[in-house]
């Protein structure tokens, strides 16, 4: 006994449609997941400059950022015509100080970096607004409610607290 015609139609445009759908539900994955592939590098080139401000979402995998030839390149370190490697550092901000490090570099950044790094050639002593940019990454002007939620939490729970242990006013 075979299947009838319309019953196996319906079947194969079923299955069409449940591929469909699982292919956007691949898409949204990915997209999900390519959004939080996401670093922002400063990167001071030459004294007195405003630093280049390059975004990555690709050519890593999050929390490990690669300083490769090609993102050396994005940021104008490197040039095709540079024969030789300039020195290049990084800012370490646990150590508050500029460190060196060789092309392949892999950095593996923190909920204090900010998704953030700062690089510079090694011979520029001016970063125009270094200072200016560090603060903004230690101090966002924008709070991150899904980090700061427990502080503020607990913020308000202490006003909370001191208001009522407060004796009332006459």
Same mark, same amino acid.
């Given at each position: 006994?075979?299947?009838?015609?319309l019953?196996?139609?319906?079947?194969?445009?079923?299955?069409?449609?449940?591929?469909?759908? +699982?292919?956007?539900?691949?898409?949204?994955?990915?997209?999900?997941?390519?959004?939080? #592939?996401?670093?922002?590098?400063?990167?001071?080139?030459?004294?007195?400059?405003?630093?280049?401000?390059?975004?990555?979402?690709?050519?890593?995998? =999050?929390? #490990?950022?690669? =300083? %490769?030839?090609? &993102?050396?390149?994005?940021?104008?370190?490197?040039?095709?015509?540079?024969?030789?490697?300039?020195?290049?550092? @990084? $800012?370490?901000? &646990?150590?508050?100080?500029?460190? @060196?490090?060789?092309?392949? +570099?892999?950095?593996?950044?923190?909920?204090?970096?900010?998704? /953030?790094l700062? &690089? *510079? #050639? /090694?011979?520029? *002593?001016?970063? &125009?607004?270094?200072?200016?940019?560090?603060?903004?990454?230690?101090?966002?002007? %924008?709070?991150?409610? /899904?980090?700061?939620l427990?502080?503020? @939490?607990? $913020?308000?729970? /202490?006003?909370?607290?001191? *208001?009522? %242990?407060?004796?009332?006013?006459?």
């Open positions: 006994t075979q299947m009838p015609a019953f196996t139609q319906q079947n194969a445009i079923e299955e069409a449609m449940q591929e469909e759908e +699982h292919q956007r539900d691949r898409e949204r994955i990915q997209a999900a997941q390519r959004a939080k #592939n996401n670093v922002i590098v400063y990167a001071w080139t030459q004294d007195g400059m405003e630093p280049t401000i390059y975004e990555f979402q690709e050519g890593f995998l =999050f929390p #490990n950022f690669f =300083f %490769s030839h090609d &993102v050396l390149r994005k940021l104008c370190i490197l040039s095709d015509d540079t024969a030789q490697m300039p020195p290049i550092q @990084r $800012y370490n901000r &646990v150590l508050d100080t500029w460190m @060196r490090f060789d092309v392949g +570099h892999m950095v593996t950044l923190h909920d204090r970096d900010g998704g /953030a700062l &690089v *510079k #050639n /090694a011979c520029v *002593k001016d970063c &125009v607004d270094l200072g200016h940019h560090l603060q903004k990454l230690t101090h966002p002007s %924008s709070p991150n409610i /899904a980090k700061a427990p502080a503020e @939490r607990k $913020y308000m729970r /202490a006003a909370s607290r001191a *208001k009522s %242990s407060c004796p009332p006013s006459p």
